[in-house]
């Protein structure tokens, strides 16, 4: 199986920003995490969602006798840790630009992140197919979690400031789901 292009086009951009020193690892939450602090509040709120996945999903096949989904291909965690990546990376990008505008680091990670989310927002919406992938039956939920994965993961991330939770929450959604 191939990794998909565009998911081989934000690994990419990631790294790009990261050698360039536009971002630095840190900041993208990849290094020098507090495990004790964040990590509790972020897993709180991504278990929490995971069993809220988990009931929607049992209620989705239950409801509509629809077969659960086969096994996922081995790239799964590729995909996702490459869509993580471009979140963390418009998330930071969104907390130096209001850095840059004044505001205090705190304010701006918090502040970076929701603009990061409306960017994400704003790029999905742009999209002709995503548009046209939500007018059919299987595509409305697909493109539904989607979202629902930018919003989670953006809140955990604010939370804890830990990329590798944001993937794992996003590899373990998309397995259950």
Same mark, same amino acid.
């Given at each position: ?13 990631s ?78 990008g969104?907390? @130096? +630009?209001?850095? $840059? ?6 304010m701006?990670?918090? #502040?970076?992140? /929701? !603009?990061?989310? %409306? *960017? ?7 999209d ?17 979690? @989607? +979202?629902?994965? $930018? ?9 804890? #400031?830990?990329? /590798? !939770?944001?993937? %794992? *929450? ?8």
């Open positions: 199986m191939k990794l998909k292009i565009q998911h081989g086009v934000w690994f990419v951009l790294f790009l920003a990261l050698q360039s020193g536009l971002v630095n690892l840190r900041e993208m939450g990849l290094s020098e995490l507090d495990w004790v602090q964040g990590f509790g509040q972020g897993l709180a709120v991504a278990g929490a969602f995971l069993l809220i996945l988990l009931v929607a999903g049992w209620q989705w096949r239950h409801v509509y006798a629809a077969a659960p989904p086969g096994v996922r291909h081995i790239l799964l965690p590729l995909e996702t840790a490459a869509t993580q990546l471009l979140w963390a990376l418009l998330w930071v969104g907390a @130096r +630009l209001l850095t $840059a505008q004044g505001l205090d680091a705190d701006a990670r918090v #502040g970076g992140a /929701w !603009l990061g989310l %409306a *960017l994400i927002v704003t790029i999905w919406l742009a002709p197919a995503r548009r046209a992938s939500m007018r059919l039956p299987a595509g409305a939920p697909r493109e539904m979690t @989607r +979202l629902a994965l $930018a919003l989670a993961t953006t809140v955990v991330f604010i939370l804890s #400031g830990n990329l /590798w !939770l944001c993937w %794992a *929450l996003h590899t373990a959604a998309l397995l259950i789901l």
